[in-house]
Structures are given as structure tokens and as C-alpha cells.
């Protein structure tokens, strides 16, 4: 069952436009999580006034601030702010705070290609998530918030490497022909890296040892999936997600 459109869960993004500096817009903000009540429990992570989260351990998921100035292409300056439905409260006062210099737009939306405006690899990850495959695989909080800022062009392939990493275990435990078939794959998968990342799981540290790396179409960046062994079970956390230039 995917996420439901009213679950606090649910990713949303607002845009506007706006004539403001990136700098204006961080300070904006700024004096609104240190000032305003309502934003009391939260915080900003980031130093680029271009691009930084409000974050907050009351907060259903990060709030993406994101400033693009598109004045090149004749569609000037645009604010696109991804929340969590659960946190529209705390969006509706950072919206404020922006005062009068903003005009909401919409937002491109899927396809569009548009930088956090269209749908993100984050997305593809929670609806992932409220409905896995049969095996054991869990997409932990933090690969969500990491993959909302990452676009990518084939999700089923995404979706399918996923469901072939939750397969492994019984792919192990059985074999036969089908183990075989995807054996070379999943050695891939079961390489170990010097983790790049590690995450806090159930109270621990939790090195991400494993890596997915996936080319995107038109072979310009890859798009990695860190994971790693579920110390309680045998399957894999997926932990975070990020993009690298192919060489």
C-alpha cells in the first residue's frame, strides 16, 4: 500500500517566485527558526543560501530550502520548499516569514526535470518503502531525505535493483537456476567499500559498507545507494543516497 496523499508522510512542494537574493532568502529564514514559536524545536543544516534543510527532532522529515535562478532560461528567480504533510504548520510560518517579495507558482512537477521541483529519487524511495517486495530489505528515514535531492531518469531500474537486493538472502539459502542467472550481480552487490557514510540505526553506528551504483542514460552521473547488512536480521538497510560524475 503506498503512502496515502493525507499521511504526515506524504512529500509536498510549494514554489514561488520571487525578485529576493539567495542571501535574503536564508537570512529570511533564519530569523524565523530563531524568532518564531512554532519553528522553537527546529534548526537549519547548510551553509549555502542556495540550498540548506530546516530540520527538527519534532519534524515528520526535513523541510529542503531550495533558491535557483533561472533568469538565463526567461523564468527568473524560483523558491521550491519540499516539506512533509505532517509539518505543514511549520512550513506556513517559513512561508511568512518570506513576506511579500514571493508569488506562488506552480510547480513543474514530474518529468520536468526541474531541480526539486520534479519528482525525486526520495519519492520513489517512501512509495518503495510502504510497499516492499517480498525479502528482506528496509529503506531507512535518512535514504529518503538524502534521495529528495536527487533526480533520476529510470525508476523501474531502481526498483528492480532494489527488489533484487531484498531477493539475496533467499537467493543464498536456496541457489538454483535462478540464483545462478543473478549471481554476478549480486557479488556486485555484496562487495564492500570503505563507507563513505555511516548512520545512527537503533542506537548504534552503522557503517554503510555496501554500495549501488547505477549510470544514468545518458552516462553523464551515477547514482549511488549505500547499505549495509542489518545487524538483526538477514537482509540490508539502504541508508543514503547520493549522485557522482562518471568518470
Request: with cysteine; proline share 6%; aromatic share 6%.
Amino acid at each position: 500500500m503506498s503512502i496515502k496523499k493525507s499521511s504526515p508522510l506524504a512529500i509536498r512542494t510549494v514554489c514561488f517566485s520571487t525578485t529576493m537574493r539567495a542571501a535574503t532568502f536564508r537570512a529570511l529564514i533564519e530569523e524565523a527558526v530563531a524568532k518564531d514559536p512554532v519553528l522553537n524545536g527546529s534548526f537549519i543544516v547548510g551553509p549555502d543560501p542556495s540550498l540548506f534543510r530546516v530540520m527538527g527532532l519534532d519534524q515528520h522529515g526535513d523541510i529542503l530550502m531550495s533558491y535557483c535562478n533561472f533568469t538565463a532560461a526567461s523564468m527568473g528567480i524560483r523558491l521550491a520548499l519540499r516539506y512533509r504533510q505532517g509539518d505543514q504548520a511549520l512550513l506556513d510560518r517559513l512561508v511568512a516569514a518570506l513576506g511579500l517579495d514571493v508569488e506562488p507558482v506552480p510547480c513543474k512537477g514530474k518529468g520536468s526535470l526541474m531541480p526539486f521541483e520534479d519528482r525525486s529519487v526520495g519519492h520513489m524511495l517512501l512509495d518503495f518503502a510502504a510497499k516492499p517486495p517480498l525479502g528482506s530489505l528496509q529503506i531507512l528515514p535518512t535514504a529518503v531525505e538524502s534521495g529528495l535531492d536527487c533526480l533520476w531518469d529510470d525508476e523501474a531500474e531502481i526498483k528492480s535493483e532494489l527488489s533484487l537486493l531484498a531477493a539475496i538472502p533467499t537467493l543464498l539459502l536456496h541457489g538454483g537456476a535462478e540464483a545462478a542467472d543473478k549471481m554476478d550481480r549480486v557479488n556486485q552487490l555484496l562487495q564492500t567499500y570503505a563507507p563513505v557514510m555511516a548512520i545512527r540505526h537503533r542506537g548504534r553506528n552503522l557503517p554503510l559498507r555496501h554500495q549501488m551504483h547505477l549510470p544514468s542514460e545518458d552516462g553523464q552521473t551515477v547514482l549511488r545507494l549505500h547499505f549495509a547488512r542489518d545487524p538483526g536480521t538477514s537482509g540490508f538497510l539502504v541508508g543514503w543516497v547520493d549522485e557522482y560524475d562518471a568518470c
